[in-house]
């Protein structure tokens, strides 16, 4: 079964060709990354300007690397939600068209849930249950994955998530949009020691997470030495930041999954891509015996391949949309318990 992905949740415009849910015919992205880069983060008028030129191309061109046509492909999975509104319609409405037109079943992908699908690409023997921990720009989330469209959260961000906190900080540094990357960069070459950070500390449920007092810390740290004409090595900084997300993250996820009795862990979202968060998580799983699964690089931030795989076990599932489907902002995962926080 072949399901078109398209994604444009953000600065990304993507659409995908995927075999039942496991195998890329094509993924083809038109980032708008650079474009951005000069206002320091995203402006949401232009990524939904840049969504609608950029939209149709993208799709043609997937079908063509697919070797495809449209008649070929069994069912239009869609982002619906979360993420920014203008830029989520933009795809919503063209899958809705597109679907209508051609006579397809229309698949709805929450974003989160694609993220986690990143990992079907390249993990074949990878199937739930299992834990998963989802780090992006947007979102933080530690989750029971029960079936592959049941996500039962066990933890999640209660201000910035993981992204954010890289990417605030790395602006107050001095890096270009997005500063994740950079961040990871400056990092390798820095000491973690030079500086003290302060802990994470919550009441609550020990698996949520919260990053913004880390960042208010770094922002206040560097004004604060501008200020006073000091001079801050950013390699240093970068390097501290780094591992005390690295870490937070690790502890979490290797604690839920001595409670919840996974034996199983899959990394996703686009914090996946840092080298600290991977290795750090990587060692502690090899020292508790759990297995450890993570995208490579390229799939770890917005692609329309996670869209399209999760897109397929969700038509599987009888998860369909008709034509009153609508973007949203911001939107609960499907089984996610009420009472988590
Ligand atoms: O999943 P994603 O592409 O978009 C959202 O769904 O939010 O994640 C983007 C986030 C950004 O905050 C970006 O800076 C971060 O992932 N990121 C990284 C790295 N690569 C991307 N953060 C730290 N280190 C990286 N190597
Ligand atoms: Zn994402």
């Given at each position: 079964m072949k399901i078109l992905g398209i994604e444009s949740s953000c600065d990304e415009t993507a659409a995908s060709v995927v075999e039942n849910g496991r195998v890329i015919l094509s993924n083809v992205i038109a980032s708008q990354a650079s474009e951005h880069m000069k206002y320091g983060g995203v402006v949401p008028e232009l990524a939904s300007r840049r969504h609608c030129e950029n939209i149709l191309p993208v799709v043609q061109k997937a079908l063509e690397d697919a070797?495809?046509?449209?008649?070929?492909?069994?069912?239009?999975?869609?982002t619906y939600a979360p993420g920014l509104i203008g830029a989520l319609l933009v795809g919503v409405s063209?899958?809705?068209?597109?679907?209508?037109?051609?006579?397809?079943?229309?698949i709805p992908v929450h974003h989160t849930e694609g993220h986690a699908a990143a990992n079907y690409l390249v993990h074949p023997q990878l199937e739930p249950p299992y834990l998963g921990i989802i780090v992006s720009g947007g979102h933080t989330r530690l989750?029971?994955?029960?079936?592959y469209n049941t996500f039962r959260t066990i933890g999640k961000t209660?201000?910035?998530?993981?992204g954010e906190c890289f990417d605030k900080c790395a602006r107050a540094m001095g890096f270009p949009y997005p500063g994740g990357v950079h961040i990871d960069k400056a990092a390798s070459i820095g000491n973690?020691?030079?500086f003290k950070l302060p802990k994470i500390k919550m009441e609550g449920n020990p698996y949520d997470f919260s990053f913004s007092g880390l960042k208010t810390y770094i922002v206040n740290l560097l004004h604060h030495a501008e200020q006073c004409h000091d001079?801050?090595?950013?390699?240093?900084?970068?390097?501290a930041l780094q591992r005390e997300i690295a870490v937070t993250v690790a502890e979490k996820t290797i604690a839920a999954a001595k409670e919840f009795g996974y034996q199983k862990i899959a990394l996703s979202g686009g914090v996946s891509a840092n080298s600290g968060v991977r290795s750090t998580l990587?060692?502690?799983?090899?020292?508790?015996?759990?297995q450890l699964y993570m995208p490579p690089i390229?799939?770890?931030?917005?692609?329309a391949a996670m869209i399209a795989a999760q897109g397929y076990y969700n038509y599987l599932a009888g998860i369909t949309a008709d034509e009153s489907l609508n973007a949203a902002a911001s939107k609960e995962l499907r089984g996610e318990s009420a009472q988590c926080s």
């Open positions: 070797n495809v046509t449209l008649e070929e492909i069994d069912g239009i999975a869609v063209f899958a809705k068209g597109l679907a209508m037109m051609a006579d397809k079943p229309l989750a029971e994955v029960t079936d209660r201000d910035d998530a993981a973690p020691d030079a001079t801050v090595n950013t390699n240093d900084l970068a390097a990587e060692a502690a799983c090899a020292k508790n015996g759990f390229a799939l770890c931030g917005d692609n």
